[in-house]
Protein backbone atom coordinates (compact mmCIF):
# COMPACT_ATOMS: atom_id res chain seq x y z
CA UNK A 1 0.00 0.00 0.00
CA UNK A 2 3.05 2.17 0.56
CA UNK A 3 3.92 1.76 -2.77
CA UNK A 4 0.63 3.01 -4.31
CA UNK A 5 0.46 5.81 -2.01
CA UNK A 6 4.30 7.03 -3.15
CA UNK A 7 3.24 6.52 -6.79
CA UNK A 8 -0.16 8.05 -6.44
CA UNK A 9 1.98 11.33 -4.79
CA UNK A 10 4.24 11.08 -7.39
CA UNK A 11 2.05 11.49 -10.50
CA UNK A 12 -0.04 14.26 -8.44
CA UNK A 13 3.46 16.26 -7.92
CA UNK A 14 4.20 15.43 -11.93
CA UNK A 15 0.60 16.78 -13.20
CA UNK A 16 0.94 19.71 -10.91
CA UNK A 17 3.98 20.70 -11.85
CA UNK A 18 3.38 20.40 -15.83
CA UNK A 19 -0.15 22.65 -14.99
CA UNK A 20 2.25 25.33 -13.15
CA UNK A 21 4.59 25.15 -16.17
CA UNK A 22 2.11 25.39 -18.97
CA UNK A 23 0.17 28.31 -16.53
CA UNK A 24 3.56 30.24 -16.68
CA UNK A 25 4.12 29.97 -20.38
CA UNK A 26 1.69 32.68 -20.91
CA UNK A 27 3.29 34.83 -18.68
CA UNK A 28 1.90 38.04 -17.39
CA UNK A 29 1.75 40.90 -20.41
CA UNK A 30 3.43 43.78 -20.15
CA UNK A 31 2.77 47.80 -21.35
CA UNK A 32 4.84 50.45 -21.32
CA UNK A 33 4.53 53.84 -22.80
CA UNK A 34 7.50 53.47 -25.29
CA UNK A 35 6.25 53.52 -28.69
CA UNK A 36 8.45 50.82 -31.07
CA UNK A 37 8.50 52.94 -34.62
CA UNK A 38 9.63 55.94 -32.29
CA UNK A 39 12.21 54.34 -30.28
CA UNK A 40 14.93 56.32 -31.97
CA UNK A 41 13.35 59.09 -31.20
CA UNK A 42 13.66 58.31 -27.19
CA UNK A 43 17.70 58.65 -27.44
CA UNK A 44 18.21 61.16 -30.13
CA UNK A 45 19.41 64.04 -28.02
CA UNK A 46 22.64 61.31 -27.41
CA UNK A 47 23.67 61.53 -30.89
CA UNK A 48 23.99 65.04 -30.45
CA UNK A 49 27.40 65.99 -29.12
CA UNK A 50 27.98 69.41 -27.06
CA UNK A 51 31.04 71.27 -27.75
CA UNK A 52 31.81 74.28 -25.48
CA UNK A 53 32.76 76.49 -28.15
CA UNK A 54 31.82 76.84 -32.22
CA UNK A 55 36.47 76.26 -32.58
CA UNK A 56 36.19 73.08 -31.13
CA UNK A 57 33.63 72.25 -34.00
CA UNK A 58 35.90 68.98 -36.27
CA UNK A 59 35.30 68.67 -39.91
CA UNK A 60 33.46 70.28 -42.45
CA UNK A 61 30.08 72.59 -40.74
CA UNK A 62 27.22 73.77 -41.28
CA UNK A 63 24.89 75.90 -39.44
CA UNK A 64 21.31 74.40 -38.68
CA UNK A 65 19.78 77.14 -36.96
CA UNK A 66 19.12 77.84 -33.30
CA UNK A 67 18.01 75.60 -30.80
CA UNK A 68 16.51 76.13 -26.90
CA UNK A 69 14.66 73.57 -23.99
CA UNK A 70 13.76 74.35 -20.82
CA UNK A 71 12.91 72.32 -17.84
CA UNK A 72 10.13 73.61 -15.55
CA UNK A 73 8.95 72.65 -12.19
CA UNK A 74 5.45 72.74 -11.84
CA UNK A 75 4.36 71.15 -8.74
CA UNK A 76 6.28 72.04 -5.22
CA UNK A 77 6.85 68.21 -5.03
CA UNK A 78 8.59 68.14 -8.60
CA UNK A 79 12.53 68.07 -9.09
CA UNK A 80 13.68 71.75 -9.43
CA UNK A 81 14.10 73.52 -12.78
CA UNK A 82 17.98 72.49 -14.04
CA UNK A 83 20.39 72.63 -17.09
CA UNK A 84 20.69 69.41 -17.50
CA UNK A 85 17.11 68.26 -18.69
CA UNK A 86 16.52 71.84 -20.21
CA UNK A 87 20.11 71.14 -22.47
CA UNK A 88 18.66 67.41 -23.05
CA UNK A 89 15.68 69.12 -24.23
CA UNK A 90 17.50 70.70 -26.82
CA UNK A 91 19.41 68.17 -27.74
CA UNK A 92 16.40 66.35 -29.03
CA UNK A 93 15.28 69.49 -30.66
CA UNK A 94 18.66 69.94 -32.73
CA UNK A 95 18.55 66.07 -33.41
CA UNK A 96 14.91 66.74 -35.16
CA UNK A 97 16.81 69.58 -37.05
CA UNK A 98 19.42 66.54 -38.12
CA UNK A 99 22.18 68.26 -36.52
CA UNK A 100 24.87 65.75 -34.38
CA UNK A 101 26.40 69.05 -32.37
CA UNK A 102 25.04 71.62 -30.42
CA UNK A 103 27.03 74.71 -29.02
CA UNK A 104 25.24 76.09 -25.75
CA UNK A 105 25.00 79.96 -25.72
CA UNK A 106 23.69 80.50 -22.23
CA UNK A 107 21.05 78.47 -19.55
CA UNK A 108 19.05 81.03 -17.40
CA UNK A 109 16.61 80.69 -14.99
CA UNK A 110 12.92 82.65 -16.08
CA UNK A 111 9.89 83.20 -14.68
CA UNK A 112 6.71 81.78 -16.56
CA UNK A 113 3.22 81.64 -14.93
CA UNK A 114 2.91 78.10 -15.27
CA UNK A 115 5.95 77.14 -13.31
CA UNK A 116 7.36 77.26 -10.09
CA UNK A 117 10.68 77.29 -11.63
CA UNK A 118 11.80 77.44 -15.35
CA UNK A 119 15.13 77.17 -16.38
CA UNK A 120 16.07 77.66 -20.59
CA UNK A 121 19.08 76.73 -22.35
CA UNK A 122 19.92 78.13 -25.57
CA UNK A 123 22.54 76.70 -28.20
CA UNK A 124 23.41 76.61 -31.89
CA UNK A 125 22.94 73.26 -34.02
CA UNK A 126 25.14 72.13 -36.54
CA UNK A 127 25.60 69.21 -38.90
CA UNK A 128 29.77 67.93 -39.00
CA UNK A 129 30.29 65.65 -41.56
CA UNK A 130 34.28 64.29 -41.98
CA UNK A 131 34.24 65.39 -45.30
Known amino acids: MKKT ?3 QVTNLLVINSIMLLCACTNGPSVETNLDKENFDE ?9 FQDENE ?8 GLVEGDSCKAKENDIPANAADARTMAREKAASMEANAVVFTSCTPIEDQQCLEMMVC ?3 AFQISEH
Not at 42 to 50: I, K, L, Q
Not at 57 to 64: A, N, R
Open 5 to 7: FRK
Open 42 to 50: YFAAGNVTV
Open 57 to 64: LPGKVKFL
Open 122 to 124: YGK
